[in-house]
């Protein structure tokens, strides 16, 4: 089973490399003056927005999810080696899926998870110095299953996933109770993150309707955060990256390994992203005259990684979708492998980079006018924005190259 995320071809393409180049650098570079010139103050602020009176059932939804659960391992377990929809209600519905579920409706899976049945008694605080650092090890361990072990689709590859995810998510509960999952399920941690570009944010516990920035602006630096947001925007560069001829030959020739070889790609990947952006900030931080600002920086990476995984993950979902409700009902029906156009595939790609990027400007700029003196506000901000400028260039070479 091959699990392309891009569009296929460069003639699939609407326009050519070039004017997707031009195009984005317009964007980015007129959002830049036009913040400068225009936004002096900070405008965003996560304590706004007005309470929800929906109250959903989360009680019977994480029942349900359970309940799918054990039919995704009964799949499993008893499926058969071909045709078996698990690989797809996993890869597919899930780990897609949740992208467009939580850009729609906020944190789904913190609703959704099965691990809140279990009852929230904790026997010992939750460290502060944790963090983000279990969901960024947990995203990454997923990562590689999906984009470097030998058989990522393979049943025995996915239960052995699942039970440490399961054994990690059950053991954290029971020491650490709810609290526990916030930061340390790498998919509610996951789900949270693009959820605060979400109408829908929470709130003193209680769900609210915002301003998608001032939900943004909500994301709490914390220890790890920069790891896992660096995690998603290296290992989905890395997927554009691996079907590139030449990397395709490394490792079926290299002296590492296909395994070996990927793990370096993938690890070097989010390496580089996160030596870019910490070398950027402290780099800031000398002009604007500001400490300690990396942590503080790291809400305007989110924008960027969403447009990432839309941009990777959006035909996979529209056309693989289909084979995992196909497969997991038993339908008479054949996978419409162009369910929208090449073209229309193809302009949602571009233009998601683009927007993520714009949109992580202009919550840079935010918070670069808040925390920074305003004779060198916008200075500051120039590394960054030159970083942000170089991520845009470099995800539309390797959606280009896809």
């Given at each position: 089973m091959i699990f392309a995320h891009g569009v296929g071809s460069r003639s699939d393409l609407p326009i050519p490399l070039f004017y997707a180049y031009a195009g984005a650098f317009a964007a980015l570079v007129i959002s830049f003056l036009a913040l400068g010139l225009l936004w002096a103050d900070s405008r965003f602020d996560a304590d706004r927005g007005r309470a929800l009176r929906i109250r959903p059932p989360l009680r019977a939804l994480r029942w349900l999810t359970l309940a799918g659960l054990v039919y995704t391992l009964g799949?499993?377990?008893?499926?058969?080696?071909d045709d078996n929809a698990a690989p797809y209600l996993i890869y597919v519905l899930f780990w897609v899926g949740l992208v467009p579920l939580s850009?729609?409706?906020g944190p789904v899976w913190r609703a959704l998870s099965p691990f809140r049945l279990l009852p929230d008694r904790p026997r010992?605080?939750?460290?502060?110095?944790?963090?983000?650092?279990?969901?960024?090890?947990?995203?990454?361990?997923?990562?590689?299953?999906?984009?470097?072990?030998?058989?990522?689709?393979?049943?025995?590859?996915?239960?052995?996933?699942?039970?440490?995810?399961?054994?990690?998510?059950?053991?954290?509960?029971?020491r650490y109770g709810h609290a526990w999952l916030q930061r340390g399920d790498p998919f509610e941690a996951y789900s949270?993150?693009?959820?605060?570009?979400?109408?829908?944010?929470?709130?003193?516990?209680?769900?609210?309707?915002?301003?998608?920035?001032?939900?943004?602006?909500?994301i709490a630096p914390a220890p790890g955060l920069v790891a896992t947001v660096c995690v998603l925007l290296g290992s989905t560069g890395y997927d554009g990256f691996s079907t590139a001829p030449a990397w395709v030959d490394a490792l079926q020739s290299g002296p590492l390994g296909r395994v070996g070889l990927g793990t370096a790609g993938l690890l070097a990947a989010i390496t580089l992203v996160a030596l870019l952006y910490g070398a950027c900030l402290r780099l800031a931080g000398l002009i604007g005259g500001a400490r300690d600002l990396t942590p503080r920086f790291a809400h305007s990476l989110v924008p960027i990684a969403i447009g990432y995984l839309v941009a990777h993950y959006f035909s996979l979902l529209v056309i693989e979708g289909q084979r995992a409700v196909i497969l997991a009902l038993g339908l008479d029906a054949?996978?419409?492998q162009e369910p929208v156009s090449p073209g229309v595939i193809a302009t949602v790609?571009?233009?998601?980079?683009?927007?993520?990027?714009?949109?992580g400007v202009v919550a840079a700029h935010d918070r670069s006018v808040r925390l920074l003196p305003a004779d060198r506000a916008?200075?500051?901000?120039?590394?960054l924005f030159v970083l942000m400028l170089c991520y845009t260039l470099g995800g539309l070479t390797l959606l280009f190259a896809a």
């Open positions: 799949w499993l377990i008893l499926g058969p080696a850009l729609l409706f010992a605080p939750l460290p502060a110095r944790l963090g983000y650092w279990p969901a960024a090890i947990g995203l990454l361990a997923f990562t590689w299953m999906e984009l470097v072990a030998p058989e990522p689709a393979a049943p025995g590859t996915l239960l052995a996933f699942l039970l440490l995810y399961g054994t990690a998510q059950v053991t954290g509960v029971l949270t993150l693009i959820g605060h570009l979400s109408p829908v944010g929470r709130r003193d516990g209680a769900l609210v309707l915002r301003n998608p920035f001032d939900n943004l602006d909500a054949q996978v419409n790609q571009v233009l998601a980079i683009i927007a993520g990027h714009v949109l916008v200075a500051g901000q120039i590394p």
